[in-house]
């Protein structure tokens, strides 16, 4: 009679460490989905930065000028920066041999190997 009260303990005290082991459990994985959603996030955000500082128009432009009497002058002068494409053409040029690609990195890595699609 004295084993079954001393069972009784043993057993409250085995259902508190699986709820235990269960609540880490739910926050490992609660924090794992997080941390993947962040990063995400922050990919996309630097892919939005990146893309906005290829956009920069860095191109002047100066003008000729000239005296009233013609004696002096300078000739103008110009520079564009044209948006960088890696030497690709731009997905929506219309040209049909457009050799852009995307290359898809997915959340779980698959032994370090890219998928790479090819865009018509």
Same mark, same amino acid.
């Given at each position: 009679?004295?084993?079954?009260?001393?069972?009784?303990?043993?057993?409250?005290?085995?259902?508190?460490?699986?709820?235990?082991?269960?609540?880490?459990?739910?926050?490992?994985?609660?924090?794992?989905?997080?941390?993947?959603?962040?990063?995400?996030?922050? =990919?996309?955000?630097? +892919?939005? *930065?990146?893309? &906005?500082?290829?956009? #920069?128009?860095?191109?002047?432009? %100066?003008?000729?000028?000239?005296?009233?009497?013609?004696?002096?002058?300078?000739?103008?002068?110009?520079?564009?920066?044209?948006?960088?494409?890696?030497?690709? =053409?731009?997905?929506? +040029?219309? *040209?049909?041999? &457009?050799?852009?690609? #995307?290359?898809?990195?997915?959340? %779980?890595?698959?032994?370090?190997?890219?998928?790479?699609?090819?865009?018509?």
């Amino acid at each position: 009679m004295s084993r079954r009260p001393n069972s009784r303990r043993k057993q409250a005290g085995f259902i508190l460490t699986i709820e235990l082991l269960l609540l880490a459990t739910i926050c490992v994985i609660g924090l794992i989905v997080g941390m993947t959603n962040v990063r995400d996030s922050v =990919l996309a955000e630097l +892919s939005d *930065v990146s893309e &906005s500082v290829g956009s #920069l128009n860095q191109g002047y432009n %100066v003008t000729s000028v000239a005296n009233a009497a013609g004696t002096a002058a300078t000739a103008g002068s110009a520079f564009s920066d044209a948006k960088d494409t890696n030497g690709l =053409l731009p997905i929506d +040029s219309g *040209v049909g041999n &457009s050799a852009a690609e #995307l290359t898809f990195v997915p959340a %779980v890595p698959n032994l370090g190997e890219n998928i790479a699609v090819a865009l018509p």
